[in-house]
């Protein structure tokens, strides 16, 4: 299995800034995407941000030119640099990594959510 621990959320004031981490530990597995997803109290839960094994990135329409993915591959850490954050964002933000391990094959893992909240 594969444990994913997310820090960094919290409440800041719009415009303000956050970053989050993601640290991916376990025995014997090998990560190949990761990313971060965010929900709201009834809707879906969506895609932020993604970062793939080569370093290709795709983000949101939404949060593209405000948030930033980035990945320690040495430390299985990926993290999300969020400027300029809007009302909008507010949501839980989740981690995500799809990850190969010898005892269970290849699988898709979350880590526990982590709230942001942007308000004055």
């Known amino acids: 299995q594969v444990q994913l621990v997310e820090s960094g959320g919290g409440l800041v004031q719009p415009g303000g800034s956050l970053r989050l981490s993601c640290a991916a530990s376990?025995?014997?597995?090998?990560?190949?995407?990761m990313g971060w997803y965010r929900q709201v109290p009834g809707k879906q839960r969506e895609l932020v941000a993604r970062?793939?094994?080569?370093?290709?990135?795709n983000y949101a329409d939404s949060v593209k030119g405000r948030f930033t993915i980035s990945r320690d591959y040495a430390k299985n850490t990926v993290y999300l640099q969020m400027n300029s954050l809007k009302p909008t964002d507010t949501a839980v933000y989740y981690c995500?990594?799809?990850?190969?391990?010898?005892?269970?094959?290849?699988?898709?893992?979350w880590g526990q959510g982590t709230q942001v909240t942007v308000s004055s």
């Open positions: 376990g025995s014997a597995f090998s990560i190949n995407h």
């Open positions: 970062v793939s094994t080569g370093g290709s990135t």
């Open positions: 995500n990594a799809e990850a190969r391990t010898n005892a269970y094959g290849l699988g898709d893992y």
